[in-house]
């Protein structure tokens, strides 16, 4: 959604870091005033930016940076200092420059910046601003052509491989890890989650080259679960009992180990103690809450709603094992899916996915150029097989929804982080 005053470029996706260069070579090199925690991945991107930024945060005299995206409500979101959204007033001022750049970009290197580029020229100004001396920063798609991987990073992380933005990271598993392992940088230390075994042997090699240490989830990470829904946490040199975490789903649990695994690292760049590091992951997870990914709706008459921002397979896969918990411990008579995609998805192998746990599908359109026409998604789901009614937008499903739920069903908004866009816009909830 456009912001009256943020950035005007187009929303398009180009290949290629020669404009967001010549942003940051006529600004004075904003993006060299300091260190990233760089984050890429298919899927969890978010979610485990987060809990990094709440570590730091507690764990780090100096203020931290946060760069994530897309955003839910207002653009704001995406760029934080110490846990506060930039100012609005700053934000339009940083647009109007960044547009006015762009402009100047486009004289010279043929093409204006696009919205994320000039997101991205916001972002670092904003922190070389405040003088911040690290900031985790999620990229936008892929890693080796991304307006984010021009910073400098203290550790890289790369939460997983899966198949999504096949038009411009390829369709093999290991042509995308090729691609996201293009944040790995010489020297400096890699996180990896839990990764397939062709895309694990290309992001490895990448790493060996460039002479990065490794810490993978299931050999140097691990997790397990602990009485009262606890976990124990297990780095290398440091093990973390009995953490509580906030975030609901098994996926969270692994997210926020990688979040412990790329903190524990900045720990020990800057000789924190064990204790210090400790303390501060053990607060950051029992409060760390990202909206939009399988968290309850919050708002009046909300009770029983849930959002997912899950829009690929690999997503819908993990939201599917999610929904089946709730209904095999009898916490939902009955789960009908609020449900909208955008049109270059692939949206038969999320229905796909997701048809085997809910009892029924409400779609609707959302609105914006790429969203998928309501006759695409019903033609999908009769394809599927799947019970389905169709919803004219949100408000309208919403209501058709509830009532096929039922008083103790649930819902759940999911298909596109628009749609759960919408589930907050119009049903009252707030972002932080």
């Known amino acids: 959604m456009r912001y009256p005053g943020g950035p005007r470029g187009p929303e398009r996706i180009r290949p290629g870091l020669e404009r967001i260069r010549a942003a940051f070579e006529r600004t004075g090199h904003p993006e060299r005033a300091f260190r990233t925690v760089h984050i890429a991945g298919t899927n969890g991107k978010g979610s485990t930016a987060c809990f990094t930024d709440a570590i730091l945060r507690r764990m780090l005299a100096e203020p931290v940076g946060l760069y994530t995206s897309p955003h839910l409500l207002s653009p704001e979101e995406r760029i934080r200092v110490g846990g506060e959204k930039i100012p609005p007033e700053e934000f339009v001022r940083y647009g ?77 598993l290991a042509r995308i890890a090729s691609e996201k392992a293009g944040i790995l940088r010489e020297n400096t230390p890699a996180i990896l989650g839990k990764l397939a075994p062709a895309a694990r042997n290309v992001v490895l090699a990448v790493a060996r080259e460039k002479g990065c240490r490794v810490w993978e989830i299931d050999r140097d990470l691990r997790w397990e679960d602990t009485p ?34 790329a903190s524990w690292v900045v720990a020990a760049s800057r000789s924190i103690a064990g204790t210090g590091f400790a303390r501060a992951a053990r607060g950051a997870l029992a409060e760390a809450l990202w909206p939009g990914r399988y968290t309850p709706l919050p708002g009046r008459g909300n009770a029983g709603a849930w959002v997912d921002g899950a829009h690929n397979p690999a997503a819908a896969s993990v939201l599917a094992r999610e929904l089946a918990k709730r209904r095999s411990s009898g916490n939902a008579e009955k789960i009908v899916a609020l449900w909208s995609m955008l049109v270059d998805k692939d949206i038969a192998g999320f229905l796909r ?29 009769a394809k599927a097989g799947i019970a389905w009614r169709e919803a004219k937008n949100f408000p309208d499903g919403w209501e058709i929804a509830r009532r096929w739920a039922g008083k103790n069903g649930m819902i759940i908004v999911c298909g596109s982080l628009m749609a759960a866009a919408d589930a907050y816009r119009f049903r009252g909830g707030k972002v932080a």
């Open 353 to 381: 996915a997701v048809a085997p746990v809910v009892d029924g599908v409400v779609a609707y359109p959302m609105g914006g150029e790429r969203a998928a026409p309501l006759p695409v998604l019903s033609s999908a789901l």
């Open 96 to 172: 109007a420059r960044a547009s006015a750049l762009s402009r100047r970009v486009a004289a010279t290197a043929g093409e204006p910046l696009s919205y994320f580029e000039e997101m991205t020229w916001i972002a670092c100004c904003w922190f070389r601003r405040r003088g911040i001396p690290l900031a985790v920063m999620e990229t936008g798609l892929g890693g080796r052509w991304d307006a984010t991987n021009l910073c400098i990073p203290e550790v890289s992380v790369i939460t997983n491989v899966g198949k999504d933005h096949a038009e411009w990271l390829g369709t093999s």
């Open 228 to 261: 009262g829904g606890d976990m124990t946490v297990h780095l290398p040199g440091i093990s973390l009992p009995r953490m509580r975490i906030r975030m609901h789903g098994e996926f969270q649990r692994h997210n926020a180990l990688l979040a412990c695994g």
